[in-house]
């Protein structure tokens, strides 16, 4: 893309000649560097008016998340070009929209919903354009050949994208009407829906033996630009998780264009202790950036529906941890706080009348009401919470007798209560944020 200069010719033919490019120098240009600027809240504002009009294309948080990145960079793409007079009809999709589209295809979400996606971007944009110039400019020649001017780039740089998400959907549509994945995407589907109880069919169909044990995870990452967020890199993952755990075979299913749900399968029970770490050579299982949330395992075509919910409700517990804190979340670790946080105001509620003064939002009340949880979960063994916590058991004694000074009372009273309430204290800041934010 040229730069406009002085003395340059700009890219975009409407702006050749003297007063289409002063008007364009003088209010485009300084409205689209506010626009590029603003691209995250102009996305974030957009993507909150389509859930309202559009809320099947948002399943869950990852969903809402991917629309988000990728309405950025579509927004800050458009600014860019506006604010150097680039060409619309030369531009190229972003990345992170390539990938929603391709998969879209393997969720099944019809075409015409992100065509709506696009038809209202347009209307937001455009009022958020035609507001700014009516503010910055007198009405008159100036303005009208300026709101021109935004208003056709606006509508060539979205006919451009649409048409482009368009051709992309349809090549990957081809593919997938092409390949296997179409028949055992169907097949997962019905299996988790109970559609079908045919065991022998079901397991042709996704060529997948369902009478074994198993064990669901669902793998994905928070990042567009690393290799190993592919479908098809995530969909390796779960095959390495597979091997580290001696599986016989493995499946996965695509949940959206950062994430994957797979399972794996033995004829014996794979127990408790999984590893998702170190693979048998001690090498490292899981990609840089890739999480995963694993299930239970489970036996026949029961246990792979229970296993895979496990593991989803694994995963949104992950999403109300610390990120730095969620590499693998194992449903038995997390159990409570899933039932718990299935009505998050409720929750949050328990837990701050339970905890008081010790679910104050700092680090110093935190690390004693971390403290306390793992003393009660120790059988109040001092010696084991210290070293799980790698502390000195009068360090233990020490916090366990300030965190029920902020409690206000005795940690024998409501045991069953405290515990579950401290167990959730880590997921209080984002159980916050989604029931302020409905996701």
């Known amino acids: 893309m040229k730069r406009a200069i002085e003395g340059a ?48 294309l948002f399943v869950d948080a990852q969903t809402v998340d991917e629309a988000m990145s990728s309405t950025e960079e579509s927004v800050r793409l458009f600014a860019q070009l506006l604010e150097v007079g680039g060409n619309p009809a030369q531009s190229d999709l972003p990345p992170s929209t390539l990938a929603i589209m391709r998969s879209a295809v393997w969720r099944q979400i019809p075409l015409s919903w992100h065509s709506r996606f696009y038809r209202l971007a347009q209307q937001h944009v ?59 995407g169907a097949a997962i589907d019905d299996v988790l829906a109970d559609r079908d109880q045919d065991v022998t069919s079901l397991s042709t169909r996704l060529r997948y033996d369902l009478t074994r044990h198993h064990v669901g995870v669902i793998v994905w990452s928070d990042n567009w630009s690393h290799a190993s967020t592919s479908l098809p890199a995530l969909s390796e993952a779960v095959a390495e998780i597979a091997r580290a755990n001696g599986a016989e075979s493995s499946i996965t299913h695509p949940l959206g264009s950062l994430a994957v749900a797979g399972w794996f399968s033995s004829r014996r029970d794979f127990g408790p202790d999984l590893e998702f770490s170190l693979d048998k050579k001690g090498s490292p299982v899981l990609p840089e950036g890739v999480k995963v ?100 058991p009068n360090t233990v004694n020490y916090r366990v007798r300030q965190a029920e000074e902020l409690l206000g009372r005795s940690i024998d009273e409501n045991s069953l209560e405290l515990g579950v309430a401290l167990t959730m204290l880590p997921a209080l800041k984002r159980l916050d944020a989604t029931r302020s934010s409905g996701v």
């Open 9 to 56: 010719e700009l890219e975009w033919p409407p702006l050749h000649g003297a007063t289409p490019e002063r008007v364009w120098r003088d209010v485009l240009q300084p409205i689209a560097g506010i626009l590029r600027q603003s691209s995250a809240a102009v996305a974030a504002d957009l993507v909150t008016l389509v859930r309202g009009e559009v809320p099947e």
């Open 293 to 392: 949330a694993a299930g239970v395992s489970g036996h026949g075509i029961d246990g792979f529906r229970l296993t895979h919910t496990q593991a989803g409700h694994a995963r949104s517990v992950a999403a109300l941890l610390p990120p730095e804190d969620v590499d693998v979340t194992r449903y038995q670790d997390v159990a409570v706080i899933a039932l718990c946080a299935a009505d998050p105001e409720h929750a949050t509620r328990f837990v701050r009348q339970e905890l008081g003064s010790l679910a104050a939002d700092d680090e110093a009340t935190f690390r004693l009401a971390k403290t306390l949880q793992i003393y009660l979960r120790e059988n109040r063994s001092r010696a084991r919470a210290a070293a799980v916590l790698s502390v000195h």
């Open 126 to 184: 455009w009022r958020w354009l035609h507001s700014h110039i009516v503010d910055q400019t007198p009405d008159g020649s100036d303005r009208a050949l300026a709101v021109d001017l935004a208003t056709t780039m606006l509508l060539q740089f979205v006919d451009r994208a649409m048409t482009l998400a368009d051709e992309a959907y349809e090549i990957e549509r081809e593919k997938w009407l092409q390949g296997a994945a179409a028949s055992r």
